[in-house]
C-alpha cells in the first residue's frame, strides 16, 4: 500500500466516524424530544395499541400536544387550552357579500356573491349565490415569533364576540371580532367590518399587552394566505388561464401578474406592495395592505379532470410591520369584488388594472373608446348581441377612410396590371429581375400607386383589432349573457359537442367560429381580386392570408369566448359589404386608368421632385445593389 492510499483510507474512516458520531447526537435529542411529547399525551389520555387509521390519528394528537406544550411554555396555559375546541361559523350579510367566519384561526371561511351565479346555476335556473371559495383549506394565519419556538394563530380556537351566528347589517356598518388571549389581560384580536352596500371588509389586527409574551427583537408578523378556487364559468381551461395573482407596488398606477397559463408558479418580490390579488376569470379576492413585505407569491394549478373541478391553489407569504406589541394595530383591508371596470375602478387603488385590457395604446383604446361606447349602448340595448353589432358598425365608420384608402390602393393596383404584365413579358429571364422591378417601380412613381398604399390603412387599423382581442374574453359584461345559440357570450358556444377531442381544437364544434372563418375566407379573395401586378411570392403569402390563416383562426378561437369570434364574424361581413358597395358605386376602373394615364404625362413633362419619395430611395437603393453586383462580378473575372 503506497503512501496516498493509506492517507485517503485514514480520511474515509474519520469522516465516517465523524458522521456515526453526530448522527448518534441527533438521534438522542430526537428521542428525548419524543419522549418529552409521549410523557404530555399519557397525562391526556393512556397509551393503547393502535391500527394504522389510528397511528395517523396519533400523530395529529402528537403535533397539537406539541404545539400545546410550546403554547404552555411561552405564552401561558389559557392560550394553550385554545388549541383545543370545537369549531363554529359566524355568518354576516349585507347587501353584496355573504361571509362566513370560523373561530378556528378567527379566518373567513367562505365569501359568496349574492347577485351573481356560477354557469351550473345560471343554466339550470338557480338563483343560488356564487361561491367564490369555501372551505377548511383556505386559511388566514399569522406566524407570531416567541422566544424558543413560531406560534400560527391558523392552530388556535378564537372566541367570537359576536352574539349572534347569523346577522345581518343594517345601519352603515357592523363589526365581527374574534379574540386569541395570551392570558386574562392580553390577547390578539381580529376586528373585521361591514358596510351595507359594499364589497369590502375591513380587518384590524389589534395586538393588546402581547409584549411579554412575543419576542421583543420581532419587528413584523408573518402572514400565510391561501384560497382555493373552484370552477365558475363554462370553461375550464380559459378560466384556468386568467386565474392568476396580480399586484402593486406604493406609487405605481400599473400592476405586476404572474402568468396564469403554467401549472405552478413561484415568485419572490423582495420590495413593498400595497395590495395582493388573488384573481379568477370575473372575481377578485384582494388583500390592501399599504406597505407590507413580501417575501414569496406563489400558485398551484390542478388538472382539469380534478372531480372537484378546482381551478388553482393560490398563496401568498408576506410580513406586516408591528412596531408596537403592547398596544399596535396592523390595518388591513379585504376586497371581494367582480370584475368589473367601473365597479373596480369606484374603490381606487387602481383596482382597474386588474382586468387584462392590454397595455399602452391598446389599454387607451379599451378605457376611453370600447368600454364607454358599451356601457352607453347597454343603457338602451337589452341584448348584449345587438350591443356587440352596433359596436362593430361604429368601429367600421370610423375606420371608413382608412378602408377606402387600402380599396382604392388595390384598385390601382388592379387596373395597371396590364401594363405589370407587359414588362414581365418584357424580362422573362430571371436574371433580369432586377430590371423588371425597377421598371413596375418606374410605373408606379409615374403614376402615384403606392405599393404599400393598400397595407398601411390596415396596419393602422390592427391596434383596435387586438384591443377587442383583449376586450371580449375579460368583459365582464358579456358574462351570462346569451345570444342565438350562444348561452353565454364570455365562452365558447357549442352547436355540436365531440365524443373526443382534436388537438388543438377541442371536443366541440364552435359555430361563430366556424362562421367567422368561412366570411373571413370570402371577404379575403373579393380584396385579393382587386389587386394586381403581384409577384410570385406576393401571390403566395395571398394564398397563406385567403385559406392558412382562417383554417389557424379556426382551432384557435373554438375555445375563446363567442362574443369575439361573434365579433370578428360581423366585421368580416361587413368589410365584404363595404368592398362590393366601393367597388360597385364608387370606383370606376376605365375613370380611375384615366386618372393615373394623366398623372403619368404630367409626371413626363415634369419629372423633378423637391424630395424623393419612398418609391424613388427604394429604385435608388436598387440600382445601387445592381451596380455593386456588377463591379464584384468584375473584381471575380478579373482573378
Known amino acids: 500500500m503506497d503512501k496516498n492510499t493509506g492517507i485517503g483510507l485514514l480520511l474515509i474512516a474519520l469522516i465516517f466516524g465523524g458522521y456515526m458520531w453526530w448522527s448518534s447526537k441527533t438521534t438522542e435529542a430526537y428521542n428525548k424530544e419524543r419522549q418529552r411529547i409521549q410523557d404530555s399525551l399519557r397525562k391526556i389520555a393512556p397509551v393503547v395499541h393502535e391500527t394504522p387509521k389510528q397511528a395517523e390519528i396519533q400523530s395529529d394528537s402528537l403535533q397539537q400536544a406539541r404545539l400545546k406544550n410550546i403554547a404552555v411554555e411561552n405564552l401561558g396555559a389559557l392560550m394553550a387550552s385554545s388549541l383545543e375546541g370545537k369549531e363554529e361559523f359566524y355568518t354576516v350579510e349585507n347587501d353584496k357579500l ?126 400565510n394566505w391561501k384560497l382555493n378556487f373552484s370552477q365558475q364559468e363554462k370553461g375550464f381551461s380559459n378560466e384556468n388561464t386568467y386565474t392568476n395573482i396580480a399586484y402593486k407596488y406604493p406609487g405605481e398606477t400599473s400592476i405586476e401578474d404572474i402568468n396564469g397559463s403554467k401549472n405552478s408558479v413561484t415568485e419572490d418580490v423582495k420590495t413593498k406592495l400595497e395590495w395582493i390579488n388573488f384573481k379568477q376569470h370575473f372575481f377578485s379576492a384582494i388583500i390592501y395592505t399599504n406597505g407590507s413585505i413580501n417575501n414569496k407569491l406563489s400558485f398551484v394549478s390542478y388538472d382539469e379532470k380534478n372531480p372537484e373541478k378546482l381551478l388553482k391553489t393560490i398563496e401568498a407569504n408576506f410580513q406586516l410591520e408591528l ?53 352607453f349602448l347597454q343603457n338602451y340595448i337589452g341584448s348584449f348581441g345587438l350591443v356587440i353589432l352596433l359596436l362593430t358598425l361604429i368601429i367600421k365608420i370610423l375606420l371608413a377612410p382608412l378602408t377606402w384608402k387600402s380599396f382604392l390602393s388595390s384598385a390601382k393596383m388592379k387596373v395597371l396590371k396590364p401594363e405589370v404584365d407587359k414588362i414581365g413579358a418584357k424580362y422573362p429571364d430571371s ?77 366541440h364544434v364552435s359555430m361563430f367560429t366556424l362562421l367567422m372563418a368561412v366570411a373571413m375566407i370570402l371577404s379575403s379573395k373579393i380584396m385579393m381580386s382587386q389587386q394586381g401586378g403581384l409577384n410570385a411570392q406576393m401571390k403566395q403569402m395571398n394564398v397563406m392570408m385567403t385559406y392558412i390563416m382562417p383554417i389557424f383562426m379556426l382551432a384557435f378561437f373554438n375555445n375563446y369566448a363567442s362574443g369575439l369570434t361573434y365579433y370578428y364574424f360581423l366585421s368580416s361581413i361587413i368589410t365584404l359589404i363595404q368592398n362590393l358597395i366601393i367597388r360597385k358605386y364608387f370606383v370606376d376602373e376605365e375613370a380611375l386608368l384615366k386618372q393615373l394615364n394623366a398623372k403619368a404625362a404630367k409626371h413626363k413633362s415634369n419629372p423633378k421632385k423637391k424630395k424623393m419619395s419612398f418609391t424613388e430611395r427604394l429604385m435608388q437603393k436598387q440600382r445601387e445593389l445592381e451596380r455593386s453586383q456588377k463591379q464584384q462580378a468584375k473584381n471575380r473575372k478579373k482573378r
Not at 356560477?118 to 371559495?133: C, G, I, S, T, V
Open 98 to 223: 355573504i361571509v362566513t367566519f370560523s373561530n378556528k384561526g378567527g379566518r373567513i371561511w367562505s365569501v359568496e356573491f349574492k347577485d351573481y351565479q356560477n354557469y351550473n346555476d345560471f343554466k339550470e335556473n338557480k338563483k343560488r349565490p356564487l361561491k367564490m371559495f369555501y372551505g377548511d383549506a383556505n386559511t388566514f394565519s399569522l406566524k407570531l415569533f416567541t422566544n424558543t419556538q413560531d406560534i400560527q394563530t391558523g392552530n388556535f380556537y378564537f372566541e367570537s364576540q359576536i352574539q349572534e351566528h347569523n346577522q345581518q347589517v343594517t345601519s352603515d356598518s357592523l363589526k365581527a371580532p374574534f379574540r386569541l388571549y395570551a392570558d386574562s389581560v392580553s390577547y390578539i384580536e381580529f376586528v373585521y367590518t361591514f358596510y351595507k352596500d359594499k364589497y369590502n371588509v375591513g380587518l384590524n389586527v389589534n395586538f393588546v399587552g402581547m409584549d411579554k409574551h412575543v419576542d421583543p427583537r420581532v419587528t413584523t408578523v408573518d402572514v
Open 323 to 375: 412596531n408596537n406589541k403592547k398596544n399596535g394595530s396592523i390595518p388591513l383591508s379585504f376586497y371581494f369584488l367582480p370584475n368589473h371596470f367601473s365597479t373596480l375602478r369606484s374603490y381606487g387603488h387602481s383596482f382597474e388594472r386588474i382586468i387584462p385590457l392590454g397595455g399602452s395604446i391598446i389599454g387607451i383604446i379599451n378605457r376611453l373608446i370600447v368600454i364607454p361606447v358599451v356601457n
Open 431 to 507: 436574371k433580369d429581375a432586377m430590371k423588371k422591378q425597377q421598371e413596375i417601380m418606374a410605373l408606379y412613381k409615374k403614376t402615384g400607386v403606392s405599393m404599400f398604399g393598400g397595407c398601411l390603412p390596415m396596419l393602422l387599423q390592427f391596434p383596435i383589432l387586438f384591443a377587442l382581442f383583449r376586450f371580449f374574453p375579460s368583459s365582464f359584461e358579456l358574462r351570462q349573457k346569451n345570444f342565438l345559440w350562444a348561452d353565454d357570450l364570455s365562452a365558447y358556444d357549442s352547436v355540436y359537442d365531440l365524443p373526443f377531442s382534436i388537438p388543438f381544437y377541442g371536443s
